[in-house]
């Protein structure tokens, strides 16, 4: 085994976290000593132990002169926990190896300084690009203050997100779906527009077999349409806030309210997608999972709000002028102004393609 092969292995012990780190990042933390792994650890929840200080505690008198493998760059500041830079020197662990540095530029560098200082051996890079796609939430959260945005849409082969008449259950398979509710746990928060709760009346839930993490729901909606009698309103299992804009009747905020509801209201008659992720953002939502439907979609597309694509295609042909896409609206008159995008996934699942691709250029 050599410092990729372990490096590996913290990343693999991270990733296993998705879903329940927020809004900390996912970290995995490997010791080795002559060649033996004798500590192991992952951050498991925001407020409890760092990745190092599982690993450490599990090496107990082996940290002494061993090697740590950390996917990020051991914290050097006393935050909800003591800092992990501390505990590698007073346990006399002689060499650090980090992935990738904090993103904090206030913060990066300091824990790998403090480290050198006390004469450790410390190596930045190994597997560097997988930990930072691995954490690629999180560095977006800390640069931008802005949920990481990830749209998602189910199309027959044609490009249709519905029949002509508006139904759209189900046009790809169990395995495609399931899938779908894997990045519902993933997620800090699920959003729609009103037109799907009024077509489709979603739970918007997380249903998978080891249960799974509800995002919080969010529903676009100027003029409080919501029902009250909607799925996202009578089911508690995930909290539901309604952005809704100046436009908004008092007496329906107070009847959604009264049911659990949360009302956020924009100052202006339109929900801009780039004020809404600001205001999301500031409530601490750190990522935004858009399932649709496509005015919505095309929203966030004309905005240039969105960090990564997920497309499950169908083989099956809806067909139909009326049918909609999964982009309505305006979209961009011209083929120059096309979002460019750059495919980092393509993949069957069951009988469906998933493919995964993000804008050109970032
Ligand atoms: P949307 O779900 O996109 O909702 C659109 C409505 O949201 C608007 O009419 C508007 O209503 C409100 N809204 C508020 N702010 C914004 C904003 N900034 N941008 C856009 N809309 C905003 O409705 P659609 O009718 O376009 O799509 C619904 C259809 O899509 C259904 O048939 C559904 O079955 C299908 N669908 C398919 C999916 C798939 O993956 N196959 C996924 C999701 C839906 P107001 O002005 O009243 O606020
Ligand atoms: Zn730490």
């Excluded at 060499?95 to 993103?103: E, S, Y």
């Excluded at 399931?178 to 746990?185: A, E, I, K, Y």
């Excluded at 205001?279 to 960090?307: C, W, Y």
């Excluded at 083989?315 to 999964?326: H, N």
Aim: aromatic share 4%.
């Amino acid at each position: 085994m050599n410092d990729v092969s372990y490096m590996h292995l913290a990343l693999q012990l991270a990733e296993r976290t998705k879903g329940q780190t927020s809004p900390n990042p996912m970290v995995g933390s490997v010791v080795v000593k002559n060649g033996e792994i004798v500590g192991m650890g992952a951050h498991l929840k925001a407020g409890t132990e760092h990745a190092e200080v599982h690993a450490i505690k599990m090496a107990g008198e082996k940290a002494k002169e061993a090697t740590i493998y950390v996917t990020l760059e051991p914290c050097s500041h006393h935050g909800k926990t003591p800092p992990c830079t501390d505990l590698i020197i007073k346990n006399g662990i002689k060499r650090v190896v980090i992935a990738t540095l904090d993103p904090n530029p206030l913060v990066a560098g300091s824990g790998i300084e403090k480290l050198r200082e006390a004469n450790i051996e410390v190596e930045v890079g190994v597997l560097e690009q997988e930990a930072r796609e691995l954490n690629k939430v999180f560095f977006h959260f800390i640069s931008n203050c802005t949920p990481f945005v990830t749209l998602k849409t189910a199309t027959s082969l044609d490009g249709k997100i519905a029949t002509s008449t508006g139904q759209s259950k189900w046009i790809t398979g169990d395995a495609a779906r399931t899938d779908v509710h894997q990045l519902r746990h993933e997620h800090d928060a699920i959003l729609v527009g009103i037109g799907t709760v009024l077509a489709d009346n979603p739970t918007l839930t997380t249903r998978i077999e080891t249960g799974g993490k509800n995002p919080i729901r969010i529903i676009l909606d100027r003029t409080l349409r919501t029902p009250l009698d909607s799925n996202i309103v009578i089911n508690k299992e995930a909290e539901t806030w309604v952005v809704t804009s100046v436009q908004a009747p008092k007496t329906k905020q107070d009847e959604l309210e009264k049911l659990g509801v949360k009302v956020v209201k924009v100052a202006h008659d339109k929900i801009k997608i780039k004020d809404l992720l600001q205001i999301l953002g500031k409530k601490g939502i750190t990522s935004l999972f858009v399932e649709g439907g496509s005015a919505v979609n095309d929203s966030f597309l004309r905005a240039h709000a969105i960090n990564e694509l997920i497309t499950y295609i169908a083989p099956k042909l809806i067909g139909g002028k009326e049918a909609p896409t999964s982009f309505s609206g305006i979209g961009f008159s011209k083929i120059e102004n096309a979002l460019p995008l750059t495919i980092k996934e393509v993949k069957q699942i069951g009988d469906d393609i998933k493919i995964v691709s993000v804008p050109k250029g970032g």
